[in-house]
């Protein structure tokens, strides 16, 4: 369609990677348009065939909520003259920016209107369709997804052609190479199966992998011979062998429905019989009911676990051995032990987050417990206890009953999760998209050029604010100064090296195709990402979220120490916080290690804070996730529908001297600096994302929050 000219170049960029942003105040008109969806209302007004947009939307602003509200928006018109103005491809650009989460339903409406729709439709992982189309000369290729084995489908399949007794599994790892090529000449001549398991594990060994096929032709090779390989999506993977291999992509089963089939599958009658604890098929549901909702959490990203694990059948299995076992040697119930053994050894061993960890053990609570017992127990809406009489058929008969789409609710989740996950994976497939494009940069470095300020005068800054023991904050300006110092000199330098080189001034290195190919496809270059802060907002939106944090900066040295600290602005968040502490613990001469923060939510906004408080200090620009506060009860609250984050009211953090707990029930919030979360993990399980963790005060039990995911962000993605 480019080529037909259907298409512009610039619309498809724009549904790729955004516009650039206006610098314009957000839609103050209704509440239920979000800043981010009217600054990309604002951006797309700039394209020429749709100027006039954002002018119109406050004269069709029925029209438009219908589109936001609707649980179908790519198929709902757009109201006025713009449902005939614009062409099907546009009318995405339109969804991208109002609805992303749904803008996949809208791109597979499009391919299938202009392609077909059995362009869009999945297509299922069946070993025995790829094996017939294969020969002993071409390996068969399975790629993973997480949390896939094929192993056990490759000798189901030649139990089904009676050659269960020939097949020979290979792990490839360290010192399994000579191993691997000698059981492949061998199986060539016996007409053996050979599978080469995990082969992104033996990089080195793959150039070799790639010359044994030559080896391959009909003259010396039995015809029952096959070569099976496995590998995760995989760079070194060499592209004659994709190219001569028959390939399949084998996905996991997704969904708890899909994942409680699987595992009632797997059991036998002889299992379900085999105890004679009536407790023991009630608890052994409810564990796989656990273990789906352990896997299916990680399709909402950071709201289900900050780093997304990869827990396997076999933890099932495991854990099923030991509920087995310890219901029956022990005369009780022992669920502490079982506990203990799933959450934090068999599920837990793979857990290196320490808030995951408080999240997977929140979550067994609710399956590990007395309550679960009850013929008539629910766990959350359709999922509940069965009967305890039943065999196999019977529970399998229950589970495909249950929804093939899981709500949020089963996972302790708001109805929100799901539109980030949604968002999550149209921004995933953009992504993908943005890799395959061609590159042209001198716009975007001229652009960038010309916004970058100048360093700050580090000499100027020492001695307006000279480091003292009385003062740590100067020494926590001097710091950050001489970080966003650093940074935007590299900025400054790679831009002029690519500069030249786009000239052809200089030769353009591999380095450098690599920064324009990041700068045109609007991302942040990895060489800026090393020295810069941690951050998820494209180019364009991080070049202006670096002016902002320069500007607050320069603010705090030309003004003086600000009322109210902007969080976000810090390289290093948590250096405000402890400078803060030291302040006072040197102010009362005790020990920093005996001094905690108290907060207070403050209900008055930050323009009508001219003074600091006497002690601690006033932040702001932090953001909710999975809540949201409430001023009027000063209290965590539920989130509103469609209302993914919002922003947190000024806190004032309030230090004291051995505090006690507090009386109140308080949720123990983490705070991070991006939405990502996970980020480089030290040895005891922080990761360089973390800042700290406040007290909110809430009604709910905190379990509740926890299950929500609910954190505090510094800064979002946009």
Same mark, same amino acid.
């Given at each position: 369609?480019?080529?037909?000219?259907?298409?512009?170049?610039?619309?498809?960029?724009?549904?790729?990677?955004?516009?650039?942003?206006?610098?314009?105040?957000?839609?103050?008109?209704?509440?239920?348009?979000?800043?981010?969806?009217?600054?990309?209302?604002?951006?797309?007004?700039?394209?020429?065939?749709?100027?006039?947009?954002?002018?119109?939307?406050?004269?069709?602003?029925?029209?438009?909520?219908?589109?936001?509200?609707?649980?179908?928006?790519?198929?709902?018109?757009?109201?006025?003259?713009?449902?005939?103005?614009?062409?099907?491809?546009?009318?995405?650009?339109?969804?991208?920016?109002?609805?992303?989460?749904?803008?996949?339903?809208?791109?597979?409406?499009?391919?299938?209107?202009?392609?077909?729709?059995?362009?869009?439709?999945?297509?299922?992982?069946?070993?025995?369709?790829?094996?017939?189309?294969?020969?002993?000369?071409?390996?068969?290729?399975?790629?993973?997804?997480?949390?896939?084995?094929?192993?056990?489908?490759?000798?189901?399949?030649?139990?089904?052609?009676?050659?269960?007794?020939?097949?020979?599994?290979?792990?490839?790892?360290?010192?399994?190479?000579?191993?691997?090529?000698?059981?492949?000449?061998?199986?060539?001549?016996?007409?053996?199966?050979?599978?080469?398991?995990?082969?992104?594990?033996?990089?080195?060994?793959?150039?070799?992998?790639?010359?044994?096929?030559?080896?391959?032709?009909?003259?010396?090779?039995?015809?029952?011979?096959?070569?099976?390989?496995?590998?995760?999506?995989?760079?070194?993977?060499?592209?004659?062998?994709?190219?001569?291999?028959?390939?399949?992509?084998?996905?996991?089963?997704?969904?708890?429905?899909?994942?409680?089939?699987?595992?009632?599958?797997?059991?036998?009658?002889?299992?379900?019989?085999?105890?004679?604890?009536?407790?023991?098929?009630?608890?052994?549901?409810?564990?796989?009911?656990?273990?789906?909702?352990?896997?299916?959490?990680?399709?909402?990203?950071?709201?289900?676990?900050?780093?997304?694990?990869?827990?396997?059948?076999?933890?099932?299995?495991?854990?099923?051995?030991?509920?087995?076992?310890?219901?029956?040697?022990?005369?009780?119930?022992?669920?502490?032990?079982?506990?203990?053994?799933?959450?934090?050894?068999?599920?837990?061993?793979?857990?290196?987050?320490?808030?995951?960890?408080?999240?997977?053990?929140?979550?067994?609570?609710?399956?590990?417990?007395?309550?679960?017992?009850?013929?008539?127990?629910?766990?959350?809406?359709?999922?509940?206890?069965?009967?305890?009489?039943?065999?196999?058929?019977?529970?399998?008969?229950?589970?495909?009953?249950?929804?093939?789409?899981?709500?949020?609710?089963?996972?302790?989740?708001?109805?929100?999760?799901?539109?980030?996950?949604?968002?999550?994976?149209?921004?995933?497939?953009?992504?993908?998209?943005?890799?395959?494009?061609?590159?042209?940069?001198?716009?975007?470095?001229?652009?960038?050029?010309?916004?970058?300020?100048?360093?700050?005068?580090?000499?100027?800054?020492?001695?307006?604010?000279?480091? $003292?023991?009385?003062? %740590? !904050?100067?020494?926590?300006? /001097?710091?950050?100064?001489? @970080?966003?110092?650093? =940074?935007? #000199?590299? *900025?400054?330098?790679?831009?002029?090296?690519?500069?030249?080189?786009?000239?052809?001034?200089?030769?353009?290195?591999?380095?450098?195709?690599?920064?324009?190919?990041?700068?045109?496809?609007?991302?942040?270059?990895?060489?800026?990402?090393?020295?810069?802060? $941690?951050?998820?907002? %494209? !180019?364009?939106?991080?070049? /202006?979220?670096?002016?902002? @944090?320069?500007?607050? =900066?320069? #603010?705090? *040295?030309?003004?003086?120490?600000?009322?109210?600290?902007?969080?976000?602005?810090?390289?290093?968040?948590?250096?405000?916080?402890?400078?803060?502490?030291?302040?006072?613990?040197?102010?009362?001469?005790?020990?920093?290690?005996?001094?905690?923060?108290?907060?207070?939510?403050?209900?008055?906004?930050?323009?009508?804070?001219?003074?600091?408080?006497?002690?601690?200090?006033?932040?702001? #620009?932090?953001?909710?996730?999975?809540?949201?506060?409430?001023?009027?009860?000063?209290?965590?609250?539920?989130?509103?529908?469609?209302?993914?984050?919002?922003?947190?009211?000024?806190?004032?953090?309030?230090?004291?001297?051995?505090?006690?707990?507090?009386?109140?029930?308080?949720?123990?919030?983490?705070?991070?600096?991006?939405?990502?979360?996970?980020?480089?993990?030290?040895?005891?399980?922080?990761?360089?994302?973390?800042?700290?963790?406040?007290?909110?005060?809430?009604?709910?039990?905190?379990?509740?929050?926890?299950?929500?995911?609910?954190?505090?962000?510094?800064?979002?993605?946009?």
């Amino acid at each position: 369609m480019m080529n037909e000219k259907k298409i512009k170049p610039i619309e498809w960029r724009f549904l790729l990677s955004g516009g650039k942003p206006v610098h314009q105040l957000p839609c103050s008109v209704v509440a239920w348009v979000s800043d981010r969806a009217w600054q990309n209302i604002l951006e797309l007004s700039a394209l020429d065939d749709f100027g006039g947009l954002a002018e119109s939307f406050t004269r069709h602003l029925q029209g438009f909520r219908r589109i936001v509200d609707s649980k179908h928006p790519h198929r709902e018109p757009l109201p006025g003259e713009w449902d005939s103005r614009l062409n099907s491809f546009q009318k995405l650009l339109v969804l991208r920016c109002l609805r992303p989460d749904c803008l996949i339903y809208g791109v597979q409406d499009f391919v299938s209107a202009q392609l077909g729709q059995r362009y869009t439709e999945p297509q299922m992982s069946d070993l025995s369709v790829i094996f017939k189309e294969s020969s002993p000369t071409n390996p068969i290729i399975l790629i993973l997804s997480t949390g896939t084995d094929p192993a056990a489908d490759i000798y189901k399949l030649a139990d089904a052609v009676h050659f269960s007794k020939k097949v020979i599994a290979v792990s490839l790892g360290q010192g399994q190479v000579p191993l691997a090529e000698a059981m492949m000449r061998t199986a060539m001549k016996t007409g053996q199966w050979i599978i080469f398991q995990n082969c992104h594990m033996a990089p080195d060994w793959l150039p070799t992998l790639e010359q044994l096929p030559e080896l391959i032709s009909p003259v010396n090779v039995d015809k029952d011979f096959r070569l099976w390989l496995t590998s995760i999506p995989f760079k070194k993977i060499p592209v004659s062998i994709l190219q001569n291999g028959a390939k399949m992509v084998i996905e996991p089963p997704r969904g708890i429905r899909a994942r409680l089939e699987r595992a009632y599958l797997s059991f036998t009658d002889e299992l379900m019989s085999s105890s004679s604890k009536v407790c023991f098929k009630p608890l052994l549901l409810s564990l796989c009911l656990f273990h789906g909702v352990a896997l299916e959490r990680r399709r909402f990203g950071p709201l289900g676990f900050n780093i997304p694990y990869d827990f396997t059948e076999e933890d099932l299995h495991i854990c099923v051995s030991q509920l087995k076992t310890f219901v029956d040697e022990y005369q009780d119930i022992p669920y502490k032990v079982l506990k203990h053994a799933a959450g934090e050894v068999n599920y837990g061993g793979h857990v290196t987050d320490n808030w995951d960890r408080r999240c997977l053990l929140t979550l067994l609570e609710d399956f590990y417990c007395p309550a679960v017992l009850g013929a008539d127990h629910v766990y959350s809406g359709v999922y509940r206890q069965v009967d305890s009489n039943l065999d196999i058929k019977g529970y399998l008969a229950y589970i495909r009953g249950l929804p093939i789409n899981d709500t949020p609710e089963i996972f302790g989740l708001h109805d929100n999760a799901n539109i980030r996950s949604a968002q999550n994976e149209t921004f995933a497939l953009l992504e993908a998209l943005v890799c395959l494009e061609p590159q042209t940069v001198e716009e975007v470095v001229v652009g960038i050029v010309e916004k970058l300020p100048q360093p700050f005068c580090l000499q100027e800054v020492t001695e307006k604010y000279p480091v $003292l023991y009385e003062q %740590p !904050l100067h020494a926590v300006l /001097s710091h950050e100064v001489i @970080r966003y110092n650093k =940074l935007l #000199g590299l *900025i400054s330098q790679s831009l002029g090296e690519l500069t030249k080189a786009l000239k052809g001034s200089v030769v353009m290195s591999s380095k450098m195709e690599i920064m324009a190919l990041s700068l045109f496809n609007n991302i942040v270059p990895d060489t800026w990402k090393a020295k810069a802060y $941690l951050s998820l907002k %494209p !180019l364009a939106s991080w070049v /202006s979220d670096l002016l902002l @944090r320069i500007s607050f =900066l320069q #603010g705090w *040295i030309s003004k003086g120490i600000p009322p109210v600290f902007w969080i976000s602005g810090f390289f290093f968040p948590q250096a405000l916080l402890t400078g803060t502490l030291q302040n006072y613990a040197r102010r009362l001469g005790t020990a920093i290690e005996t001094v905690g923060f108290d907060l207070e939510v403050l209900v008055k906004p930050v323009s009508e804070i001219t003074e600091m408080p006497n002690i601690g200090c006033y932040i702001h #620009g932090l953001f909710l996730e999975g809540a949201c506060w409430n001023n009027e009860t000063g209290r965590l609250t539920e989130s509103k529908p469609m209302e993914l984050h919002t922003q947190m009211p000024v806190i004032w953090l309030i230090p004291k001297a051995n505090r006690r707990p507090p009386t109140s029930v308080v949720y123990l919030c983490p705070v991070y600096k991006t939405l990502r979360r996970a980020g480089t993990q030290s040895t005891s399980g922080i990761s360089n994302n973390y800042v700290t963790a406040l007290e909110l005060p809430t009604d709910q039990c905190p379990r509740h929050w926890i299950k929500r995911g609910v954190a505090l962000i510094c800064a979002l993605d946009h």
